[in-house]
Every structure is written in structure tokens, then in C-alpha cells.
């Protein structure tokens, strides 16, 4: 199955570059229908002219970011910036409602069309 998500220009590029592996999202009806093995075809903000496909390799879900970012990353600097970062796109009352999931993806094709 592929799934349609956009994204903001940075983590857009950090995922076409390789630099970014994990997308992070609130765990929402959406993406619960992501599966290991489905593809995601990322859209870039804001024209969404550039598109980018992926595989999905794990899943991981946590009820917070912070959770998540603590059993994902060891450096405590790291997991506060992540968390603080998330907060500024969504809210703590959505995180509450929904979860948290990390998507760990494989880039799959560049300016997919």
C-alpha cells in the first residue's frame, strides 16, 4: 500500500539526502494504517511539486515523544531538542489523544512523479 504524507522543506531534505531515517507523527487514524513493507510517497510544502517514495522498515509507538526519542536516542540533549521541537507542531492534548509513532524509513526513489 502507498500512503500519501507531506512534510515541511527540512526533514523533506534530510530524507532525500539520507540524513533523517525516523519520520515522527502523532499515531492518528492515518497512520495507523501504516504497515512494515508499505511505501510513503512524502510531498514537499508547501507547493508539493517534489515528491520522494520510501519504505517502511519498523514501526514504534509510545504514548509521548519524549518515550519515544528516550528509547530511540541515548543522548538526554538530543531527546529534549526532539521533544521541544515536536511540541512546536503538535500539541500536547493530540499527543494525549492519538500516541506517537516513528516511521523508520529507507528512501526508495528521489523526485518520484
Do not use: A, C, W
Not at 20 to 46: A, H, M, Q
Not at 68 to 95: A, C, G, H, N, P
Amino acid at each position: 500500500m502507498v500512503h500519501k504524507m507531506k512534510l515541511n522543506e527540512n526533514p523533506f531534505e534530510n530524507i532525500k539526502n539520507g540524513t533523517k531515517t525516523i519520520e515522527f507523527r502523532l499515531y492518528d487514524e492515518k497512520r495507523r494504517k501504516v504497515k512494515i513493507g508499505d511505501k510513503i510517497e512524502f510531498s514537499k510544502l508547501p507547493d508539493l511539486q517534489e515528491k520522494i517514495l520510501v519504505e517502511v522498515l519498523d514501526i514504534y509507538k509510545d504514548k509521548s515523544f519524549e518515550n519515544l526519542f528516550k528509547k530511540l536516542y541515548k543522548d538526554e540533549k538530543e531527546v529534549e531538542r526532539k521533544t521541544k521541537s515536536m511540541y512546536q507542531i503538535y500539541s500536547k492534548e493530540k499527543e494525549k489523544e492519538y500516541g506517537v509513532v516513528g516511521i523508520k524509513i529507507s528512501l526508495l526513489s528521489n523526485n518520484f512523479r
